[in-house]
């Protein structure tokens, strides 16, 4: 494999994997169609989206209508494979090496661009992140109306492309247009670095997207803001990030010396993913709700599982089953952070930058949208 790249270059030899995988997939799609692609693609990948994408718990194939679980299917009665919203160890089989993939090739992209100043880039992305969040509330507003109205105000299978895990792929290609426009403008002369074009680029996204689901929340039924609940979401994820940034600072100074402030950026992503998950699993009522929001992740429906199950039911009642979610998400950040040391960043800066770019999407992303789907009720 390494002859391959020294011979051909990095670049070829990515290009024609994502290739090959993306024609012998849909080569063996459609030559084994009910294995390849209902019993493995729909099921565990395209069938959550649709279910996902109409607020349903449960859809059926039923010979390729996708509908929800009929009573058929719910009695036992062979309609096909089903499909729930969410994720599995299966789908996560195939996201994850996806992402690296795309990991990789955005590697390649900043070396062939010959981008520099990798924290500067780094704090320019912080707003996009906070914009997939955000976008991905939008398709929970579109849920919301599907349960109002009957009908999608964003039909599949373009709202597909607002759900996880196809979102991270949607905020990519954005995020990536934006860094290209931003080195052209910074090569040309226009700005004194890129950083600022795609800092503002991310801005304008952000701000336009919290802008739409402002006007959902001002002037459609199906939707209300719970100003509290933001706030305290935010309070409470900067209280924590705090105090976990003194305890390192004072206990293993250390442990921070490879990432700098980004190490504040990581541990705040985390803690916003994790009070948002506390507020919302076991709080949204305290804040005006009808009822709290239900786990959509394998891990957080775990820690709330096993949380209940340990904590006696008079203890739980007073303080929750999610609390533990978020001490797990500020550890997780220290470990990360503990992970990129100084050598990490001087042996290869572009991998580092770019992993600690993963490791805060997938901590405020989600964190972002728990939040926001419970500030405006969707």
Same mark, same amino acid.
């Given at each position: 494999? +390494?002859? +391959?790249?020294?011979?051909?270059?990095?670049?070829?030899?990515?290009?024609?994997?994502?290739?090959?995988?993306?024609?012998?997939?849909?080569?063996?799609?459609?030559?084994?169609?009910?294995?390849? +692609?209902?019993?493995?693609?729909?099921?565990?990948?395209?069938?959550?989206?649709?279910?996902?994408?109409?607020?349903?718990?449960?859809?059926?194939?039923?010979?390729?209508?996708?509908? /929800?679980? =009929?009573?058929?299917?719910?009695?036992?009665?062979?309609?096909?494979?089903?499909? =729930?919203?969410?994720?599995?160890?299966?789908?996560?089989?195939?996201?994850?090496?996806?992402?690296?993939?795309?990991?990789?090739?955005?590697?390649?992209?900043?070396?062939?661009? /010959?981008?520099?100043?990798?924290?500067?880039?780094?704090?320019?992305? !912080?707003?996009?992140?906070?914009?997939?969040?955000?976008?991905?509330?939008?398709?929970?507003?579109?849920?919301?109306?599907?349960?109002?109205?009957?009908?999608?105000?964003?039909?599949?299978?373009?709202?597909?492309?607002?759900? =996880?895990?196809?979102?991270? !792929?949607?905020? !990519?290609?954005?995020? %990536?247009?934006?860094?290209?426009?931003?080195?052209?403008?910074?090569?040309?002369?226009?700005? =004194?670095?890129? /950083?600022?074009?795609?800092?503002?680029?991310?801005?304008?996204?952000?701000?336009?997207?919290?802008?739409?689901?402002?006007?959902?929340?001002?002037? /459609?039924?199906?939707?209300?803001?719970?100003?509290?609940?933001?706030?305290?979401?935010?309070?409470?994820?900067?209280?924590?990030?705090? %105090?976990?940034?003194?305890?390192?600072?004072? !206990?293993?100074p250390d442990i921070n010396r490879g990432t700098r402030n980004m190490g504040l950026v990581v541990i705040w992503a985390h803690a916003v993913d994790g009070v948002a998950n506390v507020i919302g699993l076991d709080w949204a009522v305290a804040f005006g709700h009808d009822q709290n929001l239900v786990p959509k992740h394998p891990v957080n429906e775990a820690i709330v599982n096993v949380t209940g199950s340990i904590l006696p039911a008079d203890i739980a009642a007073v303080t929750g089953q999610a609390w533990?979610?978020?001490?797990?998400?500020?550890?997780?950040?220290?470990?990360?952070?503990?992970?990129?040391?100084?050598?990490?960043?001087?042996?290869?800066?572009?991998?580092?930058?770019? %992993?600690?770019?993963?490791?805060?999407?997938?901590?405020?992303?989600?964190?972002?949208?728990?939040?926001?789907?419970?500030?405006?009720?969707?």
């Amino acid at each position: 494999m +390494y002859d +391959y790249v020294e011979r051909y270059g990095p670049v070829r030899v990515w290009a024609v994997t994502v290739l090959v995988l993306v024609v012998g997939i849909t080569a063996a799609a459609l030559a084994f169609p009910q294995r390849v +692609y209902v019993d493995l693609i729909w099921q565990y990948y395209w069938g959550p989206v649709v279910a996902d994408a109409h607020g349903w718990a449960c859809v059926d194939w039923a010979g390729g209508a996708e509908m /929800e679980c =009929s009573e058929a299917a719910q009695a036992g009665e062979d309609t096909g494979p089903t499909a =729930s919203p969410g994720y599995t160890f299966v789908s996560y089989a195939g996201y994850v090496p996806t992402l690296i993939l795309l990991l990789v090739g955005i590697v390649l992209a900043g070396r062939r661009f /010959e981008i520099e100043r990798y924290r500067a880039g780094f704090y320019a992305l !912080f707003p996009f992140m906070l914009f997939g969040g955000a976008l991905r509330t939008v398709e929970d507003a579109n849920v919301a109306a599907y349960r109002d109205t009957g009908e999608l105000a964003i039909e599949l299978p373009w709202s597909g492309f607002l759900i =996880s895990p196809l979102i991270y !792929f949607t905020v !990519f290609f954005i995020a %990536l247009i934006a860094l290209v426009v931003s080195v052209w403008l910074d090569r040309r002369g226009h700005v =004194s670095g890129y /950083e600022y074009p795609l800092a503002g680029i991310g801005t304008v996204l952000l701000a336009g997207t919290l802008g739409y689901l402002g006007w959902i929340a001002a002037f /459609e039924p199906y939707a209300t803001f719970y100003p509290w609940l933001l706030i305290t979401t935010l309070v409470g994820a900067t209280v924590a990030t705090w %105090l976990t940034w003194v305890a390192i600072k004072r !206990f293993a100074p250390d442990i921070n010396r490879g990432t700098r402030n980004m190490g504040l950026v990581v541990i705040w992503a985390h803690a916003v993913d994790g009070v948002a998950n506390v507020i919302g699993l076991d709080w949204a009522v305290a804040f005006g709700h009808d009822q709290n929001l239900v786990p959509k992740h394998p891990v957080n429906e775990a820690i709330v599982n096993v949380t209940g199950s340990i904590l006696p039911a008079d203890i739980a009642a007073v303080t929750g089953q999610a609390w533990p979610f978020l001490f797990v998400k500020l550890a997780a950040a220290v470990v990360v952070i503990w992970i990129f040391d100084e050598t990490v960043f001087e042996d290869s800066p572009r991998y580092a930058m770019l %992993l600690m770019i993963t490791v805060v999407a997938v901590g405020l992303g989600p964190g972002t949208r728990d939040m926001l789907r419970a500030t405006f009720g969707v």
